[in-house]
């Protein structure tokens, strides 16, 4: 996927006002899990569909009952209350003398990310809304939208941080107006989905017009918008699936639920992998294209379907489960959890197995992208798609394979080679769907002949170090990626 960096900050801000800037890290779709463009193998004689991978889990446990819970309706969910507990009120300013210079001090940056903290946990919008820009309507729509939806996710830790000057100057050479535009985190944390709270990152215009005036937030853009961003939800709980879904499709959203529930509990049958993984999934059915393109975070390519994003750990944050400095969890992590995000619109996305067959590829992602050891890892695209289709594909072995990588293997033009990045995320739709399936075939092959468990160790192995895949492989079957190949091209010939 496209590496989205932020812009610079401003180089004119002046050095008695301006706040260190910092670069944000590279967008969550920095992660070697690109669109999946090509047709959907298992699914052609039905269907075309392709999806983009990147992840998401979710916990065991978190339900109070033992039962599912129904939609919730945004008006009346309530979050759990410790996610909600206030935080410590910020010091008191020291008394100064009268102001000749407007500026906004960092200390009232810090108190503003406090009290919005403080009001999303108590649930008070009225204080939630209070430093926005009471002219712009749209601006306090939006956030009152957002304030409702954030409400109603069974978050366990949720704060608002101010962490630096993007562009602009929080000091005015007088006493005219101050203009900047500012990064501030959402770090939040769900249970079961993210190991570690997660940092999602936003960037607020804000403006002091006059010495003594108050603070205004005139805008407020993100880059890679949550689904609590994008529309009026309603949420439906099973016990490994938190599915979030737009208001026009709370009669759809429960059946949803209960697929994707039913994809999550295969997905964990067929895991052989360490048991550090995440016990749930965050899944947002998206209501329309224009919607999964902006939660895509630009224009999906063609016959995208359904993304796995991972967020990354905010910096340590202290009270917080399961948090570096704080608890056992390992401060090296790369990955927070992950967002899956699906189409709902999409062409051939109405029937249950096109449904059940995306998430559980989906998932898939979602399981093993916290073993990632880099945020920019270059894993080869064979083992990163090829063990999402494996998990998808799992239980229609012997049924049929999809009949154009049947053709291909078999014709003169197959060179007996696995898949090459470029093939696999290619511009054409019918060879990205071949390579796919080949893919996978290369991750069956190794199940059939090593067993599960030794296949899942090498993924693992492969995620946390992409360079020692050749190591991984001899550690899993005793041979080098050269007579690996040679003898998947000669299984794969008499198996698809």
């Known amino acids: 996927m496209a590496d989205r960096r932020p812009e610079e900050a401003s180089p004119d801000a002046d050095a008695a006002g301006a706040v260190p800037t910092e670069e944000l890290p590279d967008g969550p779709r920095t992660l070697p899990t690109p669109p999946r463009r090509g047709p959907h193998p298992a699914l052609i004689p039905f269907m075309v569909i392709g999806t983009v991978l990147a992840v998401l889990l979710g916990a065991a446990g978190f339900l109070s009952g033992s039962g599912a819970r129904e939609v919730v309706d945004a008006a009346s969910a309530e979050s759990p209350a410790s996610a909600h507990e206030a935080p410590p009120a910020p010091p008191p300013a020291p008394a100064t003398a009268a102001a000749t210079r407007n500026q906004i001090t960092p200390d009232e940056l810090g108190a503003l990310a406090a009290a919005q903290t403080q009001a999303l946990r108590t649930g008070d919008?009225?204080?939630?809304?209070?430093?926005?820009?009471?002219?712009?309507?749209?601006?306090?729509?939006?956030?009152?939208?957002t304030f409702a939806n954030l409400r109603l996710i069974p978050f366990q830790y949720t704060a608002f941080?101010?962490?630096?000057?993007?562009?602009?100057?929080?000091?005015?050479v007088g006493a005219e107006p101050v203009n900047a535009r500012l990064t501030f985190a959402f770090v939040h944390q769900i249970p079961g989905v993210d190991a570690v709270p997660a940092r999602q990152a936003y960037r607020w215009s804000v403006t002091r017009d006059a010495i003594g005036a108050p603070i205004r937030v005139t805008a407020v853009e993100f880059d890679d918008p949550q689904p609590w961003d994008l529309t009026e939800l309603v949420v439906v709980q099973r016990p490994h699936v938190i599915l979030l879904a737009a208001t026009a499709d709370r009669a759809r959203a429960a059946t949803w639920a209960d697929r994707a529930e039913t994809s999550a509990k295969r997905d964990f049958e067929l895991w052989e992998?360490?048991?550090?993984?995440?016990?749930?999934?965050?899944?947002?059915?998206?209501?329309?294209?224009?919607?999964?393109?902006?939660?895509?975070?630009?224009?999906?390519?063609?016959?995208?379907?359904?993304?796995?994003?991972?967020?990354?750990?905010?910096?340590?944050?202290?009270?917080?489960p399961g948090t570096p400095g704080t608890s056992a969890a390992d401060p090296g992590r790369q990955i927070a959890g992950s967002r899956i995000t699906w189409n709902t619109d999409a062409e051939g996305m109405g029937a249950a197995d096109a449904q059940t067959a995306v998430m559980r590829h989906e998932m898939g992602h979602a399981l093993i992208s916290g073993f990632s050891g880099s945020r920019n890892a270059r894993i080869p695209l064979w083992v990163v798609e090829g063990?999402?289709?494996?998990?998808?594909?799992?239980?229609?072995?012997?049924?049929?394979?999809?009949?154009?990588?049947?053709e291909y293997v078999r014709s003169s033009d197959f060179p007996g080679k696995l898949p090459a990045d470029d093939q696999i995320y290619g511009e054409g739709s019918e060879a990205n769907g071949i390579n796919y399936h080949l893919s996978m075939t290369a991750i069956r092959y190794m199940v059939e002949k090593y067993g599960a468990a030794k296949t899942f160790a090498f993924v693992v192995a492969v995620y946390r170090a992409p360079t020692a895949l050749e190591d991984a492989l001899k550690t899993a079957t005793g041979i080098d990626l050269a007579t690996f190949e040679k003898k998947w091209a000669q299984w794969v010939k008499t198996h698809v």
């Open 387 to 406: 063990f999402a289709e494996y998990l998808e594909w799992a239980d229609l072995f012997g049924e049929f394979y999809a009949p154009a990588a049947r």
């Open 161 to 172: 941080r101010w962490e630096n000057v993007h562009s602009g100057n929080l000091k005015a």
């Open 273 to 320: 992998g360490p048991a550090d993984i995440p016990s749930r999934f965050l899944v947002f059915a998206s209501p329309d294209t224009a919607t999964f393109g902006r939660a895509y975070g630009s224009d999906a390519p063609a016959g995208t379907v359904a993304f796995c994003a991972p967020l990354y750990p905010a910096p340590e944050t202290p009270g917080a």
């Open 125 to 145: 919008v009225n204080a939630f809304l209070a430093p926005y820009d009471k002219a712009n309507t749209a601006l306090l729509a939006e956030r009152r939208r």
